[in-house]
């Protein structure tokens, strides 16, 4: 789901597949180990942080903008995004999956 085009083709081959799309539920998301103790350095912060954000948030953003099209074109769907309590709330060794669960 980090990809453009295989968002793409995952909704073009659910609509070929069932002739809509009624329903989405965004709920992909990584986390990094809390129990590495480089966590807290900036240059593992950036090593950790590439891969959460392209999930978490670009994943979920790729998906909504293949979704909406389509559910504005037949007219409605639901679209659900699981949320963690870590856009609430500080994780000391997680910071990079707290920035993607702020969105």
């Known amino acids: 789901?980090?990809?453009a085009g295989d968002v793409r083709a995952?909704?073009?081959d659910?609509?070929?597949a069932y002739g809509r799309l009624d329903c989405a539920f965004n709920n992909a998301g990584i986390a990094p180990s809390r129990s590495t103790?480089?966590?807290r350095r900036p240059r593992m912060v950036r090593r950790i942080l590439?891969?959460?954000i392209a999930v978490n948030l670009k994943g979920v953003w790729l998906c909504m903008k293949e979704e909406l099209p389509q559910m504005q074109k037949q007219g409605g769907g639901a679209i659900v995004?699981?949320?963690s309590i870590a856009g609430l709330i500080g994780l000391v060794t997680s910071s990079a999956y707290v920035?993607?669960?702020t969105a």
């Open 50 to 52: 590439r891969p959460v």
């Open 1 to 3: 789901m980090t990809r």
């Open 37 to 39: 103790p480089q966590a």
């Open 99 to 101: 920035v993607a669960s």
């Open 81 to 83: 995004k699981t949320a």
């Open 14 to 16: 659910t609509i070929a």
């Open 10 to 12: 995952m909704i073009g």
